[in-house]
């Protein structure tokens, strides 16, 4: 076996950075260029046909199919000219993944020939067989149909020879079962709730989006040494593998120099990005060996969605030319930080506003606060749903595992705000507030320096930070889709505006002034919602302590995380809003809790089988030599100097079966567990079975196997080891 390991590392130490000219002319010359974006758009479009399209990406006007076919017909020229043969609806699916369907334009036509065809009818609706897609119990094989439908606000792509669509996907049914839809539907609803509170500060507003700046972690690792690891390639982590001696304890792989093997990498897919109109920003090295992150511009959540999807499908297919596998996984590796993908999340208005922006001038720091306090509101009153969004098997190693936010929901303001919050309390608490004191606070408010956006206190331990302009969501999965998280903090937020503007608007009612009405609103939910604003270290002990006296849920694994999908409270909410029925969120519930199951059996099966296939033959030679070793000394020793010579040896071999029974006992014990738990009809049931009945022996099994690996020579340790996969530059 350890060939294999050895060639591995051979190949990888042989790799050279492949070279990556940044093509002429500069970034200006090629972004965008695979996008049917505005300027494509207007190349091949009609002008009204232009027009059509702009209305529904900014007013979400219906496009009619007579419109549709005039709109393909350009779609597929502009595409046709750059080489494209095929066409395919892109679509999200439950899987957590993208998928699409590839057909070719041409259609065959009597006399053996073919023409072209892409019609409005091609571009709107597509029919892909959904059985093949989670859903949760939504649909039954015999109406095994489901639906793509065009999304015209997320911009038309070309990868390869590929015209790709941006859709939603639905059941024959209409029941929703991708990321995208209740996504579109919050959106729509945060806008509505959002533009008719800014109508208490603003009549200009008539439209308001959510914005979302996504930081992508991943590890690169090397194909080969991938490709010599079946738990990598099959479950994205390393199921074994002895903690090396250097890791990242000195702490510096973060923001270090970028070796040059990953920086061509980088360089490559920022230019694949940028062409693709994925507006690339930052690359680093993370905190770990192997570790980075990149980081778009900002942009409208749908699309900033879309562009996530799209980068974490581009970076395999680059990777694959620099010879490197991208790993998403949220902890690849114990023992070294794992990766998250932080959701920097507001919300901008038509008149150009950042509504999470404290500005200048007393007006909009009104406006300011209270979109700022709502969104706290909105954390406070929904915590345990948020922590049901990013529950996942993956993630469960991070959440509390003090290298990430903890489990526990909390929301971080910096010491500046939590002072201006504090006085509002104050100062509204008289119930009645003078002219003069209403100036005071607005002016006090205005004080805030603009310099807090380069100086919020940086609190990394918080798992929902403000940073001086939007709320940072940090605790979202490296390899999940944004879309989770960001439906439910639309909705979250839509829901507490929603009442927001009962609330106000029944003071208005009883004769009250309107901004009076609005501090004594503020300052009931400031009060309301303090349980979750903490400034401290998340990752101490004495949080642990302090959330639970405040009631705070700590939910440490994703079968209890997910059971708030359940609770009416949110299940209301959804439907309330129109963003999910309860039927569509029992069948998500489902879905998260299948796909849990199967994460955790996957592994299960991989780790019982390499533990005994791969582990224990080595282990057994190597104990052979030993013996051998031991009886060679037996022959040509005295019996005094056998005692004394052969004591580690002995001690060895008798280690060694230690760890061989231990694994194989282990083993044999879970998959006892797994026959039980597949047993079991109940998905919440199986699922915590996995989770408390099988889970605990990949401890139990993976410490004998890592111990092992520090005994057994190192020629024939068969699995490339933590050094090499962290340290190959
Ligand atoms: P850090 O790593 O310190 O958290 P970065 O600069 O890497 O910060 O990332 C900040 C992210 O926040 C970027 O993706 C940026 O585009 C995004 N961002 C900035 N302003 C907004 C905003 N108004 N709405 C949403 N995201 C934003
Ligand atoms: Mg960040």
Redo the contacts with the bound molecule.
Sequence with gaps: MSHIRFKALEESLSRKPIIIDTPAGGVAAYYGENVFGRDSMRLHLSEAAYETVMAAVEKGERIDRSMAEVIAAGMKSWSVSKGATHYTHWFQPLTGTTAEKHDAFFEPVEGGRAIERFGGSQLVQQEPDASSFPSGGIRNTFEARGYTAWDPTSPAFIIGDTLCIPTIFVSYTGDTLDFKSPLLKALSALDKAAVDVCQYFDKNVTKVI??????QEYFLVDEALHNARPDLATTGRTLFGAVPAKGQQLDDHYFGSIPDRATSFMRDLEIEAHKLGI?I??R?NEVAPNQF?C?????EINL?VDHNQLLMDLMQKVARRHNFCVLLHEKPYAGVNGSGK?N?????TNTGK?L??PGKTPKTNLQFLTFFINTIKAFHDNDDLLRATIASAGNDHRLGANEAPPAIMSVFLGSQLTSVLNELEEKVKSGKMTPDQKTQLKLNIGKIPDILLDNTD?NRTSPFAF????F?F?AVGSAANCSGAMTVVNTIMTDTLVQFKKDVDGLLAKGMEKDEAIFQILRNYIVASKRVRFEGNGYGEEWVKEAKKRGLNNFKTTPEALESWLNKKFVNMFVRHGVLTEREQHARYEIYLETYVKKIQIESRIMGDLAVNHIIPPALQYQNTLINNVRGLKEVLGAAEFKKGSVTQLEMISEISTHINGIKANVDAMIEERKKANNIADWKKQADSYCNKVKPYFEIIRDHVDRLEMIVADESWPLPKYRELLFTK
């Design positions: 959510a914005t979302l700046g996504w930081e507006p920003k930052t680093h992150e980081a778009p511009i900002f942009e900033a932080h920097n999340w507001s919300m901008a950042n999470l922006s940086r940073t001086g302009n939007k940072e940090r």
